[in-house]
């Protein structure tokens, strides 16, 4: 296949997806949420249009344009170590993998094994050249590269066993938002999204707050008073009354609406059901604190992105194409290899 076949595939696959029937949605988020609980329609579907939004082809030629990709004349291997914090959050290192015209050799994760093998196949039956190039393995040995993501302690592992090859490893990362004291209710409700999108899950949703005034805390409790809902949802409840209770039997302060707890902490990743916060005097001070946690943060989130390098919110779960996880290059990398 050249990269027009690649590019034309993938386009119509972002097509289907967009056209899917309701009743093959429902039967497919329904075996998603079978083998992971996290994973409830809503969320599936947000994640599925997401996906499906990368791949408009004006798009994804507009991502490929600066790297002069051509297809290797002998194709590599990529060891692809996935995630499952959040539906098909595999994704992007697949379709990166594949586009440039190597080949995919897969490990998923428990926590979602039904996404990637559903939209291999439905790529498959757009374009037959792919066939055999995509294999899912539970042990990825002898490939030329790797991608790996997981935790700290996982990416030990993975640098353990594929240090010696070209690897990408991700560590554990989170997002966060910057508060000035004058966001309206609008903006705190599209700040809740990036809060509570995937039940707070993924590396790209806010698990911290920066404030100037506890008046902030006040309006965003105010502002998403809409998300009560997530106690619907079992785990997340199980989650919130443990940490409340751990809250009460310590008797440390915290601010509580029935759904979210929020805690003041120089710690950056909080539990579920518990958003931290920190204040911070003036820009300077923000900067400085910021500046000695970039390794951990995947975005940071600010009214109308006044924050130098930050995005509206609401935005933190759309990435672009050339949006990297951890900032490294997924294609500058694969293209080094050939």
């Not at 759904?259 to 923000?286: A, M, N, Q, T």
Request: charged share 25%.
């Amino acid at each position: 296949m050249t990269l027009e076949d690649r590019i034309q595939a993938f386009s119509l696959l972002g097509k289907e997806i967009r056209e899917l029937p309701e009743e093959e949605f429902e039967s497919l988020a329904l075996n998603i949420e079978n083998n992971n609980n996290w994973f409830t329609h809503d969320q599936t579907r947000a994640a599925l249009v997401a996906l499906a939004d990368f791949l408009h082809r004006d798009k994804l030629v507009d991502w490929l344009s600066p790297y002069h990709i051509q297809t290797p004349a002998r194709p590599k291997t990529i060891g692809i170590m996935m995630a499952g914090n959040i539906p098909a959050v595999g994704f992007h290192d697949l379709l990166s993998v594949l586009i440039s015209g190597n080949f995919a050799a897969v490990k998923l994760s428990s926590g979602d094994s039904v996404s990637i093998r559903w939209i291999v196949e439905k790529l498959i039956e757009i374009e037959p050249g792919f066939e055999g190039t995509v294999v899912f393995e539970e042990m990825l040995k002898g490939k030329d590269a790797y991608i790996a993501t997981g935790s700290d302690n996982s990416a030990r592992y993975f640098d353990y066993y594929f240090g010696k090859y070209p690897h990408i490893i991700r560590k554990n990362r989170t997002s966060v938002a910057v508060l000035q004291g004058d966001e309206s209710k609008e903006e705190l409700r599209d700040l809740g999204r990036d809060i509570f999108q995937y039940f707070g899950l993924g590396c790209r949703n806010v698990s911290k707050v920066y404030i100037k005034e506890e008046k902030s805390l006040i309006d965003l409790l105010d502002s998403i008073s809409g998300s009560h809902f997530l106690t619907s949802h079992h785990k997340y409840l199980n989650n919130y009354d443990y940490n409340k209770s751990i809250y009460l039997v310590n008797k440390e302060p915290h601010l509580d609406n029935g759904f979210l707890l929020l805690k003041e902490s120089e710690e950056l990743v909080s539990p579920i059901g518990v958003l931290y916060y920190e204040y911070y005097h003036d820009l300077s001070d923000l900067e400085r604190k910021l500046e000695g946690i970039q390794n951990k943060i995947q975005c940071v989130v600010s009214k109308n992105a006044w924050f130098p390098g930050s995005l509206k919110f609401g935005d933190a779960q759309c990435p672009n194409l050339s949006d990297y996880a951890d900032g490294v290059d997924t294609i500058a990398f694969l293209q080094q290899l050939n």
